[in-house]
Structure formats: C-alpha cells, structure tokens
C-alpha cells in the first residue's frame, strides 16, 4: 500500500461547509491524505478557529462572500475585466444562473439587465479569489445552487480542478455523494445498469410503502414551489399574488404537505430501526 501524499500536496477548499462534522473530516483527511485545507467560505465568527485548527487556511464569511467582500488575507486580490474570451468561457453558465435567479424575485422586479450586472459582478470576483487561492480540490456541502458556489463550481470544471458534493435524497438520513450534479451519481448508474443486464427488472420487487408513496408524487404533476416562496404569496396582497404563475398544483390547490411529512417521518423510522438506533 503506498504511502498518503506529503500534507502539502492537495491544496483543498471548503465551500460553505460548516457542520461540525465537516471540521473533523477536513482534520482527518489532512492527517490520512494529505488534504490541505487552503480557503474555506464558512460562517460568521467560525475564521478564529478555522485559523487555529488548519494553520494557512484562509476563512471568508459566507456573508462576505455574498457580497463581494473580501477577507484580510485576500485583501490584495483585485478582478480583471471580463473579457471577451472569459465570457465565452461562462456563456452557457450565465444562461443557467440567469434562471437561477428566478429565486430571487418574486414580485418580477429583478429584469434582464439587473440580472446579468449581477452575474457579471460576481463572474470577475469569484474568477480573480480562486486564480488566487488555486485549489486542487474543492468541496461543497451540497450540489452548488446559489449564484456565488455555481461560479465557483463552473470555475472548477474549466480549469481541471475536482469537485465534490453530496445530494440528499428523499430520505433525510442518506446522501448521495457527486462529482458533476449534472451527471449524478455515477456509482448509482452503473450499478443500475448491472441490474437490469442481469434481468432484475423482469422480476416483481416490492417496496416499502414511503417509497411507494415517494414514486406517486414524482408520477404526479410539478409543484414543487420552495416554502419562503409560499410565505411569500400568503403575505401578499390577492391582486399581486394572482399576476404570479405559482403552479398548476398551487392553482388547483393540490398540495398536500401533511402527506410530505408522514412520509418523511416513515423513512426516518424505517432508517432508525433498521440500523437499531
């Protein structure tokens, strides 16, 4: 068995990974592989003891980052102007982050404009901290969604650095861990396609009733409107709300989040006992 690589040689970054467990795991793969951790977003008041434990690191407040502001150890980087060329680069990112932003507005303020100034905005200031901070690695806690990680995850794809993240499933207590999230999990296809050149999909299989309830919803019509979106629609006054396009389920008055619960509550059971917690 060869030997880990020097700690030197893996220079890591964390992007928004602040659970407790997270520090631990960066310790442990510093010790049994060589994982350097070198930038770390992370949250308010958590850089003292970032800079204490990974000696080098360089923590930037979540909050910081949203807004462009730049941590002390990064105060010298300045972005370059965006170019034709790097524009290329990011023309399909910038089209997916365009749409991300729907998120963002909800009473259909935020225009095309506003909307690319500030893609643009934040393209040059991610672009100039990870030229900077060059990771070899970079981790995120979940797949990047929010304007700021894709940026970040799209600066890695293009410049040959790995990334790494985890999906949750629709049982709360597993995860999936990805490379791409536009590929998935690549361990779940392949063993996928094992089964069914093995004939498994010929066979009768039964399922437990929460996954057989999760399949119903996902046979059943989009309306998967997130819940501050929600709240906002029942604090608006009725002669806005009704100009928004809220989904054909929300229109019909279809949602059933009392049975979304039930089922959550049944798998977290059903993992419970099976691993006798």
């Given at each position: ?140 806690t979940v797949s990047a969604h929010a304007i700021y990680d894709y940026i970040i995850y799209v600066w890695c794809r293009l410049n040959g650095v790995r990334t790494i993240m985890f999906e949750q499933t629709f049982n709360f ?105």
């Amino acid at each position: 068995m060869s030997a880990p690589p020097s700690q030197e040689q893996i220079r890591v970054a964390y992007i928004t990974c602040d659970a407790a467990e997270w520090y631990e795991f960066a310790a442990r793969m510093r010790r049994s592989r060589g994982w350097k951790p070198v930038y770390w977003i992370c949250e308010t008041g958590r850089s003292d003891y970032l800079e204490r434990r990974f000696p080098g690191v360089i923590p930037h407040s979540r909050y910081h980052a949203y807004h462009l502001e730049q941590p002390p150890k990064l105060a010298h980087v300045t972005p370059r102007p965006l170019d034709t060329a790097i524009l290329e680069q990011y023309r399909e990112a910038e089209l997916v982050a365009m749409k991300m932003m729907d998120v963002m507005d909800s009473v259909d303020a935020f225009d095309f404009n506003a909307r690319r100034r500030f893609f643009y905005q934040r393209l040059a200031y991610w672009d100039a901290v990870m030229n900077e901070v060059r990771p070899d690695v970079c981790m995120f806690t979940v797949s990047a969604h929010a304007i700021y990680d894709y940026i970040i995850y799209v600066w890695c794809r293009l410049n040959g650095v790995r990334t790494i993240m985890f999906e949750q499933t629709f049982n709360f207590s597993l995860w999936m861990p990805l490379e791409d999230p536009l590929v998935g999990s690549t361990e779940i296809s392949d063993r996928y396609a094992d089964l069914l050149k093995a004939g498994a999909h010929e066979q009768p299989i039964d399922l437990p009733d929460y996954c057989e309830a999760y399949l119903d919803r996902l046979k059943g019509k989009y309306g998967a409107v997130p819940w501050y979106m929600r709240d906002q629609f029942k604090s608006m006054p009725k002669e806005i709300a009704k100009t928004l396009y809220k989904g054909e389920d929300a229109a019909a008055g279809t949602w059933d989040w009392q049975r979304l619960v039930r089922d959550s509550k049944q798998a977290l059971h059903f993992w419970r006992k099976r691993d006798g917690s």
